[in-house]
Nanobody, 126 residues
Framework: QVDLVESGGGSVQAGGSMSLSCAASGSGYTYSSGCMGWFRQAPGKEREAVALIYTGGVTTYYADSVKGRFTISQHNAKNTVYLQMNSLKPEDTAMYYC?????????????????WGKGALVTISS
């Protein structure tokens, strides 16, 4: 069993910044086995990939809507990924879920992920 524990989230005004982190533990999983990162789901919308990092930490995926504003990074020893979110917009408001997969799916889709965190709520006010 692999557990993904998220931290961060909360409320901030538009234009502000926020960071999320996700630590993986259990069953020998390391993100270097595949990919790990963040999806989000806003009310009434489908879950979408936001940012993921792949084996070796060289390849990353960003949704077009967050490119240039969000940055994903990793800490190998801690088996943790981070998401720095800048220039936040009201449309970034959503539940953000950490996800991990043994495979390197590109582009990533929710169905391809093997493990999920419980989610962290991000609310951006205008």
């Amino acid at each position: 069993q692999v557990d993904l524990v998220e931290s961060g989230g909360g409320s901030v005004q538009a234009g502000g910044s926020m960071s999320l982190s996700c630590a993986a533990s259990g069953s020998g999983y390391t993100y270097s086995s595949g990919c790990m990162g963040w999806f989000r789901q806003a009310p009434g919308k489908e879950r979408e990939a936001v940012a993921l990092i792949y084996t070796g930490g060289v390849t990353t995926y960003y949704a077009d809507s967050v490119k240039g504003r969000f940055t994903i990074s990793q800490h190998n020893a801690k088996n943790t990924v981070y998401l720095q979110m800048n220039s936040l917009k009201p449309e970034d408001t959503a539940m953000y879920y950490c996800a991990a997969s043994w495979g390197s799916w590109f582009p990533p889709t929710p169905n391809a992920m093997d493990y999920w965190g419980k989610g962290a709520l991000v609310t951006i006010s205008s």
